[in-house]
């Protein structure tokens, strides 16, 4: 086992950003910010504490292609990379199997064959209204040159990863009667899924990738679990889902609203009963070879009906925001999202994927009593130029419909891309936001940044590790990464991504992960 890092981090140095407070407040001047960060409540030093997650050289047969994410639970922090997972100790950090475990291990237990080809994206989560961690991945079973695809979930019958009692319920949902049919008579390829904990649901969303038109984005699909009964072992109702376009073109183009973020409980109140899932996906620029900025965002609004699935809706409207330019995107190549330099770019000219075509998960939700509250994050670019990536948020609020309530974009200095962002709050209402920073002169490593969304200063960065090499073989980096919140204390944000402890060169893959945590001031 690798050793744990403590970092102490002192009081800030002045930071140059702006943000957007609410609709009626603007911008706050610098000379605001300056006097926030030095007043004496902020004068105080900060642990940081890392760990290692699972590396490259820890699984079979790793990839460049990582999909870190994890979630922290009553006993134990649970880490996913393509294609395994391994839980850790929260207070040791041991690990709690000897070796990791592969991404089918439950559904191989439990016989369900269709679910033995994981395919990558999976995704771990606490369901922290039952206590019980969620595993769910893709899975493809080809046969006779055509390809069938699933959708594998298992769910714990306890929250303790090391219960000599530990089981999984698993479940596999056929996703080609959903999902559609290119020209070709091919199903669309169910990318990037990202998952929700409801009170009525489970929620998962899918890109649909035309794989005879070098996958081209031509629309997505959502559906809804039957949480209810997966979470005893029972039979669940059959999916519903819903798309858009609808119904699913065989020709179709370029979709630039795609990869939609389902709302993920979070916190100890429930959504009040009856409280529709809300989704969210970004608005890229019109493929016109000009524009490079959108000044809006998408909810969805998915109301699920498992009595009478006739009165299951979708629909979807527009948030005005902020003008912004995704991250790395150009006019004439607006799905390559490539241009990250790294220490070794002038010699190597391998820049990281930002993935800025879309926002990152998760879309976190959490009931105030007083308020709702809605946060989620992407990159975007930033800088005088325009050439860096910086990471922007969002908050929405509202009883009903959400709406935006506020915004700002993490960006502090005028040197490091930041990319790659995961976003979560405490129950006193501060957001952390975890990221990636590179630079031509840096080698990627991890940071994050904290600020109260009820007050009036800039957020605080903080180093959680720092960067050992470069990748110099892939421009592939993570394709996503996790901040998830302590559901004991309330209080304790837990952050992975992916990292290099050494340059990855030629046919290598070994690349590492990293486990952070720590607290904001006033959190208790």
Wanted: glycine letters at 8%; charged letters at 15%.
């Amino acid at each position: 086992m690798k050793p744990v890092t403590s970092l102490s981090a002192s009081a800030p140095s002045v930071v140059l950003a702006t943000a957007r407070i609410s609709p009626g407040l603007g911008v706050i001047s610098t000379k605001v910010i300056l006097f926030v960060l030095l007043v004496p409540c902020l004068m105080r030093s900060q642990v940081v504490t890392s760990f290692e997650g699972l590396d490259a050289a820890g699984i079979q047969r790793p990839l460049h292609d990582v999909d870190p994410n994890g979630a922290v639970g009553t006993k134990q922090y649970l880490e996913w990379v393509n294609v395994s997972y391994q839980a850790y100790d929260k207070v040791t950090f041991a690990p709690v199997w000897a070796t990791p475990q592969l991404g089918t291990t439950p559904f191989q237990k439990n016989g369900v064959q269709d679910c033995l080809n994981v395919g990558g994206d999976g995704i771990i989560t606490f369901d922290r209204l039952a206590l019980r961690w969620v595993i769910a991945e893709r899975s493809t079973v080809t046969s006779n040159n055509i390809n069938s695809y699933f959708y594998c979930v298992a769910i714990s019958n306890t929250d303790d990863l090391s219960s000599s009692t530990l089981a999984w319920h698993t479940y596999e949902f056929a996703l080609n009667p959903v999902v559609g049919n290119n020209s070709k008579g091919n199903a669309y390829w169910p990318d990037w899924p990202r998952f929700g904990t409801w009170s009525d649901a489970y929620y998962v969303s899918f890109d649909l990738n035309d794989i005879n038109r070098s996958y081209l984005q031509v629309g997505v699909v959502v559906c809804a679990l039957d949480r209810t009964q997966m979470l005893i072992g029972g039979t669940p109702n059959l999916m519903q889902c819903f798309s858009d376009p609808s119904p699913i073109p065989t020709q179709g183009s370029l979709y630039f609203k795609h990869s939609l973020i389902p709302a993920d409980f979070n916190g100890s109140t429930p959504p009040p009963a009856g409280r529709h899932e809300y989704l969210v996906s970004i608005q890229n620029p019109p493929n016109d070879g000009r524009t490079t900025t959108s000044n809006s965002i998408n909810l969805w609004d998915l109301h699920v009906d498992w009595v009478t699935p006739a009165n299951s809706t979708f629909s979807t409207s527009v948030l005005a925001v902020d003008p912004y330019t995704p991250g790395c995107y150009t006019a004439k190549a607006p799905a390559a999202t490539t241009c990250v330099p790294e220490s070794t770019t002038s010699t190597t000219h391998v820049r990281i994927d930002s993935v800025g075509d879309r926002l990152m998960p998760a879309l976190d939700y959490r009931n105030f009593g007083s308020y709702e509250s809605f946060l989620v994050s992407h990159a975007v670019l930033t800088g005088v130029t325009g050439s860096q990536t910086g990471i922007r948020w969002y908050e929405l609020r509202g009883s009903s419909t959400p709406a935006i309530f506020q915004s700002g974009t993490v960006n502090p200095d005028t040197r490091l891309f930041r990319f790659m962002p995961s976003i979560t709050q405490d129950h006193t209402g501060h957001a952390a936001v975890g990221y990636n920073v590179s630079s031509g002169s840096t080698h990627p490593g991890i940071r994050a940044s904290w600020w109260n969304l009820n007050a009036a200063y800039a957020p605080r960065e903080l180093v959680l590790f720092k960067g050992l090499g470069d990748e110099e073989n892939s421009p592939r980096w993570g394709d996503y990464s996790s901040m998830t919140l302590d559901p004991v204390d309330g209080c304790t944000f837990w952050y992975v991504t992916q990292y290099f402890g050494q340059n990855q060169t030629g046919g290598q893959v070994n690349w590492n992960t990293r486990i952070g945590k720590f607290k904001a001031w006033g959190c208790r």
